[in-house]
């Protein structure tokens, strides 16, 4: 059983109950679920996963104003629910994982990933804030959310962002990806600098990665998750076995260049679908001046290609 399935089934045995019996006149304020910070928030968990933060438990998130009038009778009717379900017991405070399980303000929880109590608003706010923590404020599931409060700030997050940030992130991992993948591993390789030829390779699957999700326009998780979720992506997922074979054997010169040409010729044909380059050629550096030629704000625009 995955963590949010556990989570859900212990909401719905012990967590509804509670909640309908010490608390049926403000139940409708309050959110629950499980999102944030975890494998078991992505469903990426497994056995493994479960040396750390591995256990029944769930979300509930308040409004600042209820937060002062029922926060600490929650928590402390949270804190009562049974340690143990299905065989599974509550572990003691982790050092190999974060707890975000239990009672938190839904501003304390979106200041979190968003350094605010929402959604970003301008674009300098939704550029600063890296996609790993986007993609850890929308995963997972809401089980209930009456007052709608949290689900509202979450679709803001979800679907949001702005073109033109998505354009400059877009157009800034394409402009690595010539410039480390295309020109300098070569030059790496040919060089005998095999230190260097492989933090370009590097440099170049972690751009690819991000060019992928961005394509997609899907918020990229945090590094260890990435070819997990590219795998499922609608676009481009095959991509995610194509960079394993580059990481895997970093000095195979002939076949990596094969592979990176060919990666950056989909990603060129994927571009051209969505009619955000209109550049011949097959080196990305255009490409990559091309997409930032799009973004409407002037001073972002105006601004470096590369971020």
């Known amino acids: 059983m995955t963590g949010l399935e556990l989570a859900r089934q212990y909401y719905e045995a012990f967590g509804r109950p509670m909640l309908e019996k010490e608390f049926a006149l403000i139940k409708e ?51 009562k629910l049974p340690k143990a379900y299905m ?40 550029l600063a804030i890296p996609d790993f923590y986007l993609a850890e404020a929308t995963n997972g599931a809401v089980f209930s959310d009456p007052l709608g409060r949290f689900s509202r700030i979450r679709e803001e997050v979800l679907s949001g962002r702005p073109r033109d940030v998505r354009l400059k992130k877009l157009a800034s991992s394409l402009f690595y990806m010539a410039q480390a993948g295309q020109y300098n591993y070569g030059r790496c390789i040919r060089h005998g600098e095999r230190g260097a030829a492989a933090l370009a390779l590097s440099e170049f699957v972690k751009n690819t990665a991000a060019a992928v999700f961005l394509i997609n326009d899907i918020y990229e998780p945090y590094y260890k998750w990435v070819f997990r979720a590219m795998g499922k992506l609608p676009q481009l997922s095959d991509f995610a076995g194509r960079l394993t074979e580059l990481l895997a054997a970093p000095y195979d010169a002939e076949k990596n260049r094969g592979i990176i040409e060919e990666l950056c010729a989909r990603l060129i044909a994927a571009l051209k679908s969505q ?30 290609v590369m971020l």
């Not at 979106?110 to 706010?125: D, K, N």
Request: charge should be negative.
């Open 87 to 126: 065989g599974v017991e509550m572990q003691k405070q982790s050092i190999l994982g974060s707890r975000f399980k239990g009672v938190h303000t839904i501003g304390e929880f979106y200041c979190f990933y968003t350094g605010r109590e929402g959604a970003p608003e301008t674009l300098e706010q939704w």
């Open 275 to 304: 009619d955000l380059s209109k550049e011949a050629g097959d080196y990305l550096e255009p490409h990559a001046y091309a997409v930032n030629d799009q973004i409407a704000d002037g001073e972002l625009r105006n601004r470096p």
């Open 29 to 79: 304020r309050i959110a629950v679920g499980l999102v944030g910070h975890g494998s078991e928030c992505f469903g990426y968990d497994d056995e493994i996963s479960k040396d750390h933060d591995y256990e029944p438990g769930f979300c509930m998130w308040i409004t600042e104003e209820d937060e002062h009038i029922f926060g600490f009778r929650l928590f402390r009717a949270y804190r």
